[in-house]
């Protein structure tokens, strides 16, 4: 079932057109991961969702919104959240919790259930100024979902993190994809091809593909074997690139790779090759291009 469905949306500033006729669809209960480059538009898209920016046109629809308002259905946390240092955790999501229209009795019981899941109970009581970045990512999640909306929208949740704070998130969003829709925008594409069920990419806003993770590796992964040598391979990789079971070589950052239609057709002939030349290999791997590859493709680059 459809929860959101984007038809034409286009935002355009006084001397640039942020995202352009943008028309995209999310189901109920999937992990969406909004992709593109810094400046490719992710942003401005997520704050039309949020009704933070108005659209130049296009048209917005949520599941059972009446009247065109859907606050009550989407939980936003943006890319730098804004906290009171002096509150601690539980204070914060009480207030927020009121903010929202709950009533004291319901915004506590939210507020524990809440910092459990998002596990950070144990540190309620202490000042969000001492908090760790992956900490405050968790209480902005937290303070997303305090109303219970259908869909929780995150821009960026792990950019700014250090390397434990952003697996500490990534693994909560893993739990958390399992009881709701989740929407999240990101440049790291392996952040997303780790946990997001479908992909909605866009350059320079334009929507350039879109799919659910199974869907896009059917249709755009290639097969790849990649080589590395203690010598210069990329006058070797030319020779190889005639092949009738290679689609193309690329030769980049002193390895090969080579893009073949069979692996099992090309990868014994590449072995007697590198062994007849001897050519002094320190890798041979054999693998598929990846969710990045596919997008630095769309990028033109």
Known sequence: MKIVEVKSLSKNFTHHMAVKDLSFTIEEGRCVALLGPNGAGKTTTLEMLAGLQKPTKGTISFLNAKKGDYREQIGYLSQHPVFYPWMNAEEFLLFIGELSGLSKAEAMKRTDELLEIVGIAHSKKRRIGGYSGGMKQRLGIAQAMIHEPKLLMLDEPVSALDPVGRREVLEM????????????????????????DDVIMIHDGNLAVSGSLPEL?????????????????????????????????????????????????????????????????????????????????????
């Open 173 to 196: 969003m893993k739990l958390l994809k399992k009881k709701m829709t989740i929407l999240f925008s990101t440049h790291i594409l392996h952040d997303a091809e780790e946990i997001c």
């Open 217 to 301: 590796r059917r249709k755009y992964q290639e097969d790849v074997i990649k080589i590395s040598a203690e010598e210069n391979l990329e006058e070797w990789a030319k020779t190889i690139a005639t092949w009738e079971v290679v689609s193309k070589v690329e030769y980049r950052d002193g390895s090969v790779e080579v893009f073949v239609k069979d692996v099992a057709a090309a990868r014994s002939p590449l072995l007697a090759e590198i062994k007849a030349k001897q050519i002094p290999v320190t890798s041979f791997t054999v693998g598929h291009t990846t969710l990045e590859d596919l997008f630095m493709k769309v990028v033109g680059k």
